[in-house]
């Protein structure tokens, strides 16, 4: 069965400051890797999916993430905080296209001024 | 991307009483519907799987009469719980997949029975 972990729940940044959000996963077979951004008493908005294609992806609002297997990390990446990039940030993983995503515990990012 | 609405976005109701959840996707059909729990400050958990015209696929622990699923045509899920009661309260979410590897995520209810 896959899991996603994500350590903490709380990550805290200067706007401008480089963001960084840690995901390793665990999965039998080849994974593919979301995340997605929450917003308070919203639904969950994809920010970018890897697919097996590109080991590094772009997403939505300068948002990266690199898959890196031997680390069975898939990390997300800003260089520069905005204001608007707090919000609660799930990494979550499905096998090979299946249709259940499995959810990490979430990390709630703040962005001080 | 696709749209997923879901209403209402916040429903108080009574304990004992039932309450519906739907779920459609506006632009595109879904086969597949997955209906979401979050607890304050939790992930999301799975609580079950529902394919357009079939019965439902609900996840361990889930109590299948107590959270009635539909899913009778290819753009609309419900998501009813019968007999709520305080510990039901929570944040419900829907998403909806089509043909596209993407599932598309409703906007949440939060749910609060008194």
């Known amino acids: 069965a896959q899991s996603v972990t994500q350590l903490g729940s709380h990550v805290s940044v200067s706007e401008g400051a480089l963001v960084l959000l840690r995901c390793n996963y665990s999965?039998?077979?080849?994974?593919?890797l979301f995340w997605y951004v929450q917003y308070p008493n919203q639904g969950l908005q994809l920010l970018l999916k890897?697919?097996?294609?590109?080991?590094l992806v772009k997403g939505i609002n300068g948002f990266e993430a690199e898959f890196k297997k031997s680390e069975t990390s898939f990390h997300l990446t800003k260089p520069s905080a905005h204001m608007s990039d707090a919000a609660e940030y799930f990494c979550?993983?499905?096998?090979?296209?299946?249709?259940?995503?499995?959810f990490g515990k979430g990390m709630k990012l703040t962005v001080n001024p | 991307g696709a749209v997923v609405s879901q209403h209402p976005s916040r429903v108080i109701c009574k304990s004992g009483t039932s309450v519906k959840i739907e779920c459609r996707s506006l632009?595109?059909?879904?086969?597949?519907m997955f209906w979401y729990r979050q607890f304050p400050k939790q992930s999301l958990m799975l609580m079950a799987t529902?394919?357009?015209?079939?019965?439902?696929?609900?996840e361990q622990g889930v109590e299948k009469d107590k959270f009635l699923i539909n899913h009778a045509s290819l753009t609309l899920s419900t998501l009813t719980v019968t007999s709520a009661h305080p510990e039901d309260s929570s944040f419900y979410i829907c998403?909806?997949?089509?043909?596209?590897?993407?599932?598309?995520f409703g906007q949440g209810t939060r749910l609060t029975v008194v």
């Open positions: 998403s909806a997949r089509g043909d596209s590897l993407e599932a598309f």
């Open positions: 999965s039998s077979v080849p994974p593919y």
């Open positions: 890897y697919t097996s294609a590109a080991t």
């Open positions: 979550a993983v499905s096998e090979g296209g299946s249709e259940k995503l499995v």
């Open positions: 632009d595109f059909q879904a086969t597949t």
């Open positions: 529902s394919n357009e015209g079939s019965k439902a696929t609900y």
